[in-house]
Antibody
Framework: QVQLRESGPGLVKPSETLSLTCTVS????????WTWIRQPPGKELEWIGY???????HYSPSLKSRVTISVDTSKNQFSLKLTSVTAADTAVYYC?????????????WGQGTLVTVSS | DIQMTQSPSSLSASVGDRVTITCRASQSISTYLHWYQQKPGKAPKILIF???SLQGGVASRFSGSGSGTDFTLTISSLQPEDFATYYC?????????FGQGTKLEIK
């Protein structure tokens, strides 16, 4: 059974960098697309981007200038970095598996981690 | 970017009711449309993929239909565990996008 778990600081100061890691168990991170999605409190879901083929990436244009997704295949983990954060980046951040190809839906998801941007 | 619009935004219904939620895309997305259920404090869970395919392990009272720009999620007979928020998501083109959600509440 594939499981994903997010980890990282729950509080980040404005203008600093948000860094999260997703640990994957039960599947090899060398396959599929590995995705970050976020959900501001009380709002809808927002796709951030994905990494696949152990290094190729694709980001949402609205975040592209500030986002980096990377992978550590030796640890079966992938990571998110979001620079120059503001209060608008406060959200629950989810990692998820995207089967890729023409099957770009998300399953399973991690449990999510709340990141608050505040001084 | 493709905009996804769900209706209604909220819905009150009773156990046993038949419920339909609608999702409309701002352009044709074929059947690249998926439905999720989210309960408070939990991650979304896939229910229906490719507009009408039921994910394994999901109750058969859930069904999806549609293609092009208009899609529906139907719950044939509401159960207590179905009260949640439902989201549609398009994967026709990036950036992938979600609807704003439909909150299904107990009447």
């Amino acid at each position: 059974q594939v499981q994903l778990r997010e980890s990282g600081p729950g509080l980040v100061k404005p203008s600093e960098t948000l860094s999260l890691t997703c640990t994957v168990s039960g599947d090899s991170i060398g396959f599929y697309y590995w995705t970050w999605i976020r959900q501001p409190p009380g709002k809808e879901l927002e796709w951030i981007g994905y990494i696949y083929n152990s290094g190729s990436t694709h980001y949402s244009p609205s975040l592209k200038s500030r986002v980096t997704i990377s992978v550590d295949t030796s640890k079966n983990q992938f990571s998110l970095k979001l620079t120059s954060v503001t209060a608008a980046d406060t959200a629950v951040y989810y990692c998820a598996r995207d089967l890729g190809g023409s099957s770009n839906w998300f399953d399973p998801w991690g449990q999510g981690t709340l990141v608050t941007v505040s001084s | 970017d493709i905009q996804m619009t769900q209706s209604p935004s909220s819905l009150s219904a009773s156990v046993g009711d038949r419920v339909t939620i609608t999702c409309r895309a701002s352009q044709s997305i074929s059947t690249y449309l998926h439905w999720y259920q989210q309960k408070p404090g939990k991650a979304p869970k896939i229910l229906i993929f490719a507009a009408s395919s039921l994910q394994g392990g999901v109750a058969s009272r859930f069904s999806g239909s549609g293609s092009g720009t208009d899609f529906t999620l139907t719950i044939s007979s509401l159960q207590p565990e179905d009260f949640a928020t439902y989201y549609c998501q398009q994967s026709y083109s990036t950036p992938y996008s979600f609807g704003q959600g439909t909150k299904l509440e107990i009447k």
